[in-house]
Protein backbone atom coordinates (compact mmCIF):
# COMPACT_ATOMS: atom_id res chain seq x y z
CA UNK A 1 0.00 0.00 0.00
CA UNK A 2 1.24 3.67 -0.68
CA UNK A 3 1.44 6.40 1.75
CA UNK A 4 -0.90 8.95 1.17
CA UNK A 5 -0.08 12.55 1.53
CA UNK A 6 -0.66 14.65 4.41
CA UNK A 7 -3.96 16.59 4.16
CA UNK A 8 -3.40 20.17 2.82
CA UNK A 9 -3.95 22.50 6.43
CA UNK A 10 -5.84 25.85 6.20
CA UNK A 11 -2.61 27.16 6.80
CA UNK A 12 -1.07 26.18 3.86
CA UNK A 13 -3.82 27.48 1.88
CA UNK A 14 -3.35 31.07 3.84
CA UNK A 15 0.21 30.71 3.51
CA UNK A 16 -0.69 30.03 -0.71
CA UNK A 17 -3.23 32.95 -0.34
CA UNK A 18 -0.38 35.16 1.15
CA UNK A 19 2.17 34.04 -1.68
CA UNK A 20 -0.46 34.89 -4.32
CA UNK A 21 -1.30 38.35 -2.44
CA UNK A 22 2.56 39.61 -3.00
CA UNK A 23 2.69 38.53 -6.31
CA UNK A 24 1.53 41.58 -8.79
CA UNK A 25 1.18 42.44 -11.90
CA UNK A 26 4.33 42.08 -14.04
CA UNK A 27 5.99 39.59 -10.97
CA UNK A 28 9.16 38.42 -11.95
CA UNK A 29 8.96 34.44 -13.74
CA UNK A 30 10.88 33.10 -10.96
CA UNK A 31 8.27 34.63 -8.54
CA UNK A 32 5.64 33.08 -10.60
CA UNK A 33 6.98 29.80 -11.17
CA UNK A 34 7.30 29.18 -7.02
CA UNK A 35 3.85 30.42 -6.68
CA UNK A 36 2.29 27.80 -9.34
CA UNK A 37 4.90 25.11 -8.18
CA UNK A 38 3.42 24.99 -4.51
CA UNK A 39 -0.18 25.79 -5.79
CA UNK A 40 0.35 22.42 -8.06
CA UNK A 41 2.00 20.42 -5.05
CA UNK A 42 -1.43 21.51 -3.00
CA UNK A 43 -3.99 20.47 -5.51
CA UNK A 44 -1.81 17.56 -5.84
CA UNK A 45 -2.41 16.66 -2.18
CA UNK A 46 -5.85 17.94 -2.51
CA UNK A 47 -6.77 15.51 -5.30
CA UNK A 48 -5.21 12.44 -3.64
CA UNK A 49 -7.34 13.30 -0.82
CA UNK A 50 -10.43 13.62 -2.52
CA UNK A 51 -9.64 10.88 -5.32
CA UNK A 52 -12.58 12.44 -8.13
CA UNK A 53 -12.02 13.04 -10.95
CA UNK A 54 -12.28 16.47 -11.36
CA UNK A 55 -10.09 17.09 -8.66
CA UNK A 56 -7.47 15.12 -10.47
CA UNK A 57 -7.89 17.11 -13.52
CA UNK A 58 -7.51 20.22 -11.68
CA UNK A 59 -4.31 19.12 -10.54
CA UNK A 60 -3.34 18.15 -13.97
CA UNK A 61 -4.59 21.67 -15.33
CA UNK A 62 -2.12 23.23 -12.31
CA UNK A 63 0.82 21.41 -13.77
CA UNK A 64 0.40 21.95 -17.04
CA UNK A 65 0.48 25.52 -16.53
CA UNK A 66 3.42 25.52 -14.08
CA UNK A 67 5.45 23.64 -17.26
CA UNK A 68 4.15 26.28 -19.98
CA UNK A 69 6.31 28.69 -17.06
CA UNK A 70 8.88 26.79 -16.98
CA UNK A 71 8.93 26.68 -20.90
CA UNK A 72 8.94 30.15 -21.25
CA UNK A 73 12.01 30.56 -18.76
CA UNK A 74 14.05 27.92 -20.21
CA UNK A 75 13.32 29.97 -23.83
CA UNK A 76 14.72 33.37 -21.83
CA UNK A 77 17.78 31.73 -20.87
CA UNK A 78 18.40 29.95 -23.81
Known sequence: ????PRRVTP???????DQARQLGPGAPLGDQIAYHERKAH???RIAADLDTAEA???AADAWRYLSSLCRRADAMTA
Open 56 to 58: HQV
Open 42 to 44: LLS
Open 11 to 17: AEIGDLL
Open 1 to 4: MTAQ
